[in-house]
Every structure is written in C-alpha cells, then in structure tokens.
C-alpha cells in the first residue's frame, strides 16, 4: 500500500488549507487514517484521526479549527485546516493502519503505512 500527499503550501496567518491523501494498491483495507506533523523543532505529533466508521479524535491543539474527512470508497482522507496560526508551520504526514491480504489468510498482515509529507507554512 501507498499513500500519496498533497495540498501542503504557504498561507497568512487565518487562512485556510486542505489537504488531502490518497492510498493505493491491491488486496488491503485500511483501519484508522491519521494525520500526523512534524515541526522544525518538535517531535512527531497527532493532528486528526479518523476510523473507518467516522469517528474523530482531534488534539486540543487544532480541536475547532481543524476537520478530518475520509472516503471509504475512494481510500482517502481529507484534513481541512482553518484559522492557521504560525505554530501549525510543519511538514504533515498521512498514516494508515493497514491489513494487507495474502491468497492464504495465514499470511494476512498489519501495517503502519506513512505518506511522503507535504509542507504547510503559516506566516505572521
């Protein structure tokens, strides 16, 4: 499985920007999609997640501003970003928890799968 990235770009401090990740390959499902960042300073941290049945989880960091979306059918997310501030200045990353389907059921595995990251700058 792969996941693809795009949307990232500069914006003004109070603008808005989507991004949006989508997963190919053959014989998988995905489990939870997220969105993860990573600033020049800071470790890698939770943004979004959503489940495959819509349920969200939202830090208290981007809570009311940001907006997670997935589409089952299509296997792909979608982070809506508004109210951007200088502190969401990071590259953001799309994860997947994966199953990927062998022609036997004894080889079915788990993954973590990670997009390529996409750059979002906010400035003051």
């Known amino acids: 499985v792969q996941l693809q990235a795009s949307g990232g770009g500069l914006v003004q401090a109070g603008g808005s920007l989507s991004l949006s990740c989508a997963a190919s390959?053959?014989?998988?499902?995905?489990?939870?999609m997220s969105w993860y960042r990573q600033g020049p300073m800071n470790e890698r941290e939770l943004v979004a997640r959503?489940?495959?049945?819509?349920?969200?989880y939202y830090p208290d960091s981007v809570k009311g501003r940001f907006t997670v979306s997935r589409d089952n059918a299509k296997n792909t997310i979608i982070l809506q970003m508004n109210n951007l501030k200088p502190d969401d200045t990071a590259v953001y990353y799309c994860?997947?928890?994966?199953?990927?389907?062998?022609?036997?059921?004894?080889?079915?595995?788990?993954?973590?799968?990670w997009g390529q990251g996409t750059l979002v700058t906010v400035s003051s």
């Open positions: 994860h997947a928890q994966t199953t990927q389907y062998a022609l036997s059921p004894k080889y079915d595995r788990d993954y973590d799968v």
């Open positions: 390959g053959t014989r998988f499902s995905i489990n939870d």
């Open positions: 959503v489940t495959r049945g819509g349920s969200t």
